[in-house]
């Protein structure tokens, strides 16, 4: 293939024609700093806490947020990474030196906290003792406990908005998630911009890769040459998450664009969903026993640490 502006050899090849190096790096940061724009994800009044993890999606955002930052003459001493060590034997260490190492050279202050410091086990100590309580897999304690270390850390750094590196893959599969097992609340709470209502318990997450593919993503970590691990977490395959993605990923071969059509029907219904699940937001309260957000007495985050502290 031959790229549609210069005929250089191609890269890739998009819906609206294929693209060499130099046009597909300035195509996606083009379409990452349009979302930022178009969405206000980020004012000159915010404090910035960038989600991170030393994967492909995390590199990409953080460089991208700094850019964007230098581009409009935002202080860059606002940006701040954020990475939750879960506990993974021979993955996430592995991100972390990657994450570490880009840091530094992008002189970016990083924070790592972890499940083992602040709830007592790694993920894979914790998992199989909730497991056998809860019946829940890695990827739900995963889930619960990485968005509540995220948000609390967030808070204490005075962050006004949190950035994650979610791409129109993740977001196509939480759809699709969300859809099959009814529920509305959460797919209310999706979008470029997470959360139905504001709220002084939660800090506001912003998706700058919201229309980025994860293939799209990958290649532009490559060409930067961002060192990082092309892996997934060994967990991941058992979570439905995974039989989702492979379902859409089949469709996108055989149907393409199913990926941006799900997204698209989606973001022109979400203004009715938010409407309609407006008054039947649940009340946030604080943990009676840790004092962060919770939508009950003891907040998931608790009563998943509970299971384990008698072990």
């Known amino acids: 293939m031959k790229c549609v502006h210069c005929s250089k050899p191609a890269v890739i090849g998009l819906q609206h024609g294929a693209l060499c190096k130099i046009h597909f790096i300035d195509y996606f940061e083009d379409k990452v700093i349009k979302t930022m724009n178009k969405y206000q994800m980020i004012e000159r009044k915010d404090n910035i806490c960038v989600a991170t993890s030393g994967g492909k999606d995390s590199l990409t955002v953080l460089y991208l947020t700094k850019k964007y930052c230098e581009k409009y003459d935002i202080p860059l001493t606002k940006i701040r990474a954020l990475a939750v060590d879960e506990g993974i034997a021979q993955y996430?260490?592995?991100?972390?030196?990657?994450l570490q190492k880009f840091c530094k050279e992008q002189a970016i202050s990083l924070e790592v906290v972890s499940f083992e410091q602040e709830l007592g086990k790694t993920l894979d100590e914790a998992y199989p003792l909730i497991n056998k309580s809860a019946q829940k897999k890695p990827c739900?304690?995963?889930?619960?406990?990485?968005?509540y270390l995220l948000n609390k850390y967030a808070a204490k750094s005075g962050a006004s908005k949190v950035i994650t590196g979610h791409n129109l893959d993740d977001e196509a599969q939480v759809i699709i998630m969300n859809i099959f097992k009814a529920n509305t609340k959460l797919t209310g709470r999706l979008g470029p911009i997470s959360g139905i209502e504001c709220s002084d318990y939660f800090i506001q997450r912003v998706k700058p890769l919201y229309f980025c593919t994860e293939k799209e993503v990958r290649l532009y970590a490559f060409l930067k040459?961002?060192?990082?691990?092309f892996t997934e977490c060994p967990y991941s395959k058992e979570g439905f998450r995974h039989q989702v993605q492979a379902m859409l990923n089949d469709f996108e071969e055989r149907y393409r664009g199913t990926k941006q059509g799900?997204?698209?029907s989606f973001l022109a219904l979400l203004p009715q969903?938010?409407?309609?699940?407006?008054g039947n937001v649940e009340s946030v309260r604080e943990c009676a026993r840790?004092?962060?957000?919770a939508n009950k007495e003891v907040c998931n985050a608790c009563q998943m640490k509970e299971m384990i502290s008698h072990d």
């Open 92 to 98: 996430r260490e592995k991100t972390l030196i990657d």
């Open 273 to 278: 969903i938010r409407e309609q699940e407006k």
């Open 225 to 229: 040459k961002f060192q990082v691990e």
């Open 262 to 264: 799900v997204i698209n």
């Open 140 to 147: 739900n304690v995963c889930g619960v406990w990485r968005r």
């Open 290 to 293: 840790c004092g962060e957000a």
